[in-house]
């Protein structure tokens, strides 16, 4: 049947909650054909549970407008993040859907690009209504190499400028870092990265900074996404008079050239540098990040790296790696293939938007070493402490953050040495504006990361930098070298001062959100009690009296060690506990714990985030084993749930 509704035609079947008239493409249609075929092929396949999952079950009271029903909620979400999802069809995904375009007579354009042209207009409109001169100040607009990303960001530009906003789009393929450095140097009043990282080849995403150059963050995510649903008719889309608009500034040459200037204000040893002999292997993983690297190593003095020939050119099929994720299992193989064959004892990797780094060590017996983000976040933060001293500022003016669920190394680094640290929610969303924030009153930060390998430096980028993070990490291994030292034996060393820290992380997957709700309930009610609303989360775990609890949680918000019980940080949309036990001293506790517990925001996971430490590794490492083990037997009942462990 046809439905006519708010000056659209819309077709619905009585049987099935996802069914299309599709007009001739050749006549009324864009170049867009893929996507409908897309639709058309699940329709005519009886796929109608996909259809469901794409298109949801579209409002028939008004087409364009946002879904009211809990049954109309899988349009993509913008949020935090901005948009990260596959590139497909639907209401759902990074792509677009049949939208129709005349009353008479009836007639679709197929418009692929959909949900970048929605999230354009409502944070052009967001940004128009609450950033004073925003016309002139503009907008910083940056891609990477993925499929879609050069339209996509083209597309974005095209909004903007057709509301009289000049636009600052950054030619050719730019690592992430680039956008939020170009909003400072440019003083524009925001930016977007067309990137979706380190994700899998067939996703994309659509990333938002803020004037102040840091990922956006409540309530500007919920201003926003407020704006896309109050602009959901698109209104440009035609890109092709872009480059003669002359709102259509390109300054991405200087903006390059500053970039590299400031990341060289970074080297410590620059002189010291070109007489170094030791040698690295780097990987691109398939992404943008090689020229980028090239040229830090030439501001740090360094010599020339060796590139994995099969990663090294932007390719948005990565046809080399299941997951383009330095982090994942196998990800440096052919990095550390190229360095045996050559003997070169380290590899470095960048994601591919070349916003992360990792990192391999060879040792004299041959193992190879990777090292994780917590470790060479420790590494990092020891360095800028030993530079920091040599400067001879006052330690008390020195802060250093780190997201909650990293490692606590730097806290008991802060508490031995006398500088400040502060730990904030997951993100550098949060880690970026929490920097701010310690600026205003008076700190110095030059230095803040998350456990998965996202390294900040510097006064210029409140963001992860996977460039600045590579050349410094090599500038550090050819000091070590050079007085007969590895990385390793550095981190030995910091254990030997502060103590050994090890981490100990994973998952469970569960994909009843229900499950995942009751879990989490029965955590928070797990001692027995007479009163059933009294809080008796568990006393301990392996063992080891739990110290103190802190539940970031909305609506169950609690902090065991503060005054009132109100935690210190920000709450979180998921759930999200965090344990702490064992207590410094206490020979009946030779460990220390924190655990972790949160869900993930876009996978079906109980994610867990745990750290032991003290002095002896072997009985950290038997505590970990068997704090992992409680966990999933009996606070998860992983037995019971049919939780598959990671």
């Known amino acids: 049947m046809v439905l006519w509704t708010s000056g659209y035609v819309l077709t619905r079947s009585v049987s099935s909650c996802c069914?299309?008239?599709?007009?001739?493409?050749?006549?009324?249609?864009?170049?867009?054909?893929?996507?409908?075929?897309?639709?058309?092929?699940?329709?005519?396949?009886?796929?109608?549970?996909?259809?469901?999952?794409?298109?949801?079950?579209?409002?028939?009271?008004t087409f364009?407008?946002?879904?009211?029903?809990?049954?109309?909620s899988n349009r993509i979400e913008f949020g935090t993040a901005g948009l990260r999802g596959k590139m497909e069809a639907g209401f759902s995904r990074m792509n677009g859907i049949p939208i129709p375009i005349a009353l008479f007579p009836a007639f679709f354009i197929l418009q692929t690009d959909l949900t970048i042209i929605q999230a354009s207009q409502g944070l052009?409109?967001?940004?128009?209504?609450?950033?004073?001169?925003?016309?002139?100040?503009?907008?910083?607009?940056?891609?990477?190499?993925?499929h879609n990303s050069s339209h996509w960001a083209e597309l974005t530009a095209a909004v903007f400028i057709s509301e009289g906003v000049k636009v600052y789009l950054l030619a050719g393929l730019v690592h992430t870092p680039m956008v939020p450095f170009s909003i400072k140097h440019l003083r524009a009043c925001a930016g977007v990265m067309i990137t979706a990282s380190h994700n899998p080849k067939q996703?994309?995403?659509?990333?938002?900074?803020?004037?102040?150059?840091?990922?956006?963050?409540?309530?500007?995510?919920?201003?926003?996404?407020?704006?896309?649903?109050e602009n959901f008719e698109p209104r440009t889309w035609d890109v092709s008079g872009l480059k003669t608009s002359p709102l259509l500034v390109d300054q991405t040459a200087e903006c390059i050239d500053e970039y590299f200037i400031t990341l060289g204000n970074l080297c410590a040893r620059r002189e010291e540098n070109r007489t170094a002999t030791i040698k690295f292997v780097n990987?691109?993983?398939?992404?943008?990040?090689?020229?980028f690297v090239t040229r830090a190593f030439q501001q740090f003095g360094l010599a020339p790296f060796t590139p994995v020939q099969e990663q090294q050119d932007p390719d948005p099929e990565f046809p080399t790696v299941t997951f383009p994720n330095p982090e994942e299992k196998g990800a440096l193989d052919l990095g550390i293939q190229t360095a045996d064959r050559l003997g070169i004892a380290y590899v470095l990797a960048q994601d591919p938007d070349s916003d992360r780094f990792c990192a391999a060590e060879k040792s004299k017996d041959g193992k190879w070493t990777k090292f994780t983000g917590d470790q060479l976040g420790t590494i990092f933060g020891a360095?800028?402490?030993?530079?920091?001293?040599?400067?001879?500022?006052?330690?008390?003016?020195?802060?250093?953050?780190?997201?909650?669920?990293?490692?606590?190394?730097l806290e008991v680094m802060a508490k031995r040495e006398g500088f400040k640290f502060v730990e904030c929610l997951t993100g550098f969303k949060f880690i970026g504006n929490t920097a701010l924030d310690l600026v205003a009153q008076g700190y110095e930060v030059p230095f803040g990361y998350e456990e998965a390998i996202g390294y900040m430096f510097g006064n210029d980028i409140r963001d992860k930098d996977g460039a600045s993070a590579t050349a410094i990490f090599a500038e550090l291994a050819a000091l070590l070298d050079a007085q007969g030292k590895t990385m390793s034996s550095f981190l030995t060393s910091l254990y030997d001062r502060y103590g050994y820290f090890e981490t100990n992380n994973g998952y469970f997957i569960c994909n009843e959100p229900s499950t995942i709700d009751a879990i989490f309930s029965r955590i928070r009610r797990y001692e027995t009690t007479s009163h059933p609303s009294t809080r008796t989360y568990p006393s301990s775990i392996a063992n080891i009296l739990i110290t103190q609890v802190t539940d970031l949680t909305k609506g169950c918000s609690w902090d065991s060690n503060r005054e009132g019980g109100v935690p210190l940080l920000p709450l979180s949309s998921g759930h999200m506990i965090q344990f702490r036990a064992g207590q410094e001293g206490d020979e009946r506790s030779p460990v220390r714990i924190v655990l972790t517990l949160r869900t993930s925001g876009t996978e079906p996971k109980i994610k867990y985030y745990l750290e032991g430490n003290g002095?002896?590794?072997?009985?950290?490492?038997?505590?970990?084993?068997?704090?992992?083990?409680?966990?999933?037997?009996?606070?998860?009942?992983?037995?019971?749930?049919?939780l598959q462990h990671s």
Request: aromatic share 6%; with cysteine.
């Open 283 to 291: 990987t691109s993983m398939h992404g943008v990040s090689h020229p």
């Open 615 to 642: 002095q002896n590794q072997k009985v950290v490492t038997r505590a970990l084993k068997d704090v992992v083990k409680e966990l999933g037997d009996k606070w998860l009942e992983a037995n019971k749930h049919g």
């Open 383 to 409: 360095r800028i402490l030993e530079l920091y001293k040599l400067s001879g500022k006052p330690i008390e003016n020195l802060a250093l953050v780190a997201s909650t669920v990293s490692s606590k190394m």
């Open 19 to 61: 069914s299309y008239i599709y007009p001739d493409i050749e006549a009324f249609g864009r170049e867009n054909a893929a996507t409908l075929n897309e639709i058309k092929q699940l329709k005519e396949s009886g796929n109608d549970i996909e259809l469901e999952k794409r298109l949801g079950s579209v409002n028939l009271k």
């Open 203 to 229: 996703d994309n995403g659509y990333k938002v900074y803020w004037e102040n150059a840091v990922q956006i963050i409540a309530p500007h995510d919920e201003g926003i996404a407020k704006c896309i649903a």
């Open 124 to 146: 052009c409109r967001y940004i128009l209504d609450n950033i004073h001169n925003s016309t002139t100040r503009g907008v910083v607009i940056g891609h990477d190499h993925r």
């Open 64 to 72: 364009l407008e946002p879904f009211k029903t809990e049954s109309d």
